[in-house]
């Protein structure tokens, strides 16, 4: 399938260890923040998100921490898997507008790799 | 059920000639987005539909791009005189809502496969 992991920074982790993934925004009047997964030859794929008032939420597996001090982002993956492979982008939205469009401004991208 | 689906799945086109790229959205959704993502890039918006009204085109690099969603279902992502820079995957994605900001649900953006663009 097609590689969409070329040139992007790399994380390499064993299996049932935590994967930490970090990220940098730009705009600090974004107000909404996802964080997808995106395994080869496929689109990204939601895995959770979070409001800019609330600085951490949890999911099953995984925790998103919000900075907004700093405008950083982590993605927390608890009991890494095998499966957890792939490309993993954060993406953040400005507060909507009023016109309707919900335009999603993606980061560079992690590559985790997880080792049996 | 089904997904958002694309097709093709990929495309070779010699430089100047023109391409369509398909997007089926899943059914009933509002919103559909294209979004363009280079090789060991995060995808990068392009433009935004709510119904069959194209509200935003913003991220359109050229006029060679032209989207269009006639009946609010289907929708062609054209590009004429292409470039090899326009070499990239091109996703499109859907979701219920009107595309306000917001949570997992009714703003979900849910992403099709991708068509992969190369133009030699």
């Known amino acids: 399938g097609e590689s969409v992991g070329l040139h992007l920074p790399t994380l390499s982790v064993q299996e049932g260890d935590n994967s930490i993934i970090n990220c940098a925004y730009s705009?600090?009047?974004?107000?909404?923040f996802i964080w997808y997964k995106q395994e080869s030859g496929k689109g990204p794929q939601f895995i959770i998100d979070?409001?800019?008032?609330?600085d951490k939420r949890q999911g099953q597996r995984v925790t998103v921490l919000l900075n907004k001090t700093v405008k950083h982002l982590s993605l927390q993956i608890a009991a890494t898997q095998p499966g957890d492979s792939a490309v993993y982008f954060c993406a953040e939205s400005p507060p909507d507008s009023g016109a309707g469009s919900y335009q999603l401004t993606f980061g560079k991208g992690t590559k985790l790799s997880v080792i049996p | 059920g089904a997904g958002v689906s694309q097709s093709p799945r990929y495309k070779v086109a010699k430089r100047g000639q023109d391409v369509a790229l398909r997007c089926d959205p899943i059914?009933?959704?509002?919103?559909l987005f294209w979004y363009q993502q280079a090789l060991g890039q995060g995808p990068e918006f392009l433009t935004y539909?709510?119904?069959?009204?194209?509200l935003d085109k913003s991220g359109l690099p050229s006029d060679r791009f032209f989207a269009e969603r006639p009946e609010g279902s289907v929708s062609t992502l054209k590009i004429q005189r292409t470039q090899q820079e326009d070499s990239a995957v091109y996703l499109c994605?859907?979701?219920w809502g009107l595309g306000l900001a917001g949570g997992q649900g009714i703003n979900e953006q849910f992403f099709g496969p991708g068509t992969r663009l190369t133009v030699l």
């Open positions: 979070i409001r800019s008032n609330m």
């Open positions: 539909f709510q119904n069959e009204a194209q």
């Open positions: 059914s009933g959704h509002v919103s």
């Open positions: 994605a859907s979701s």
């Open positions: 705009n600090s009047a974004s107000d909404y």
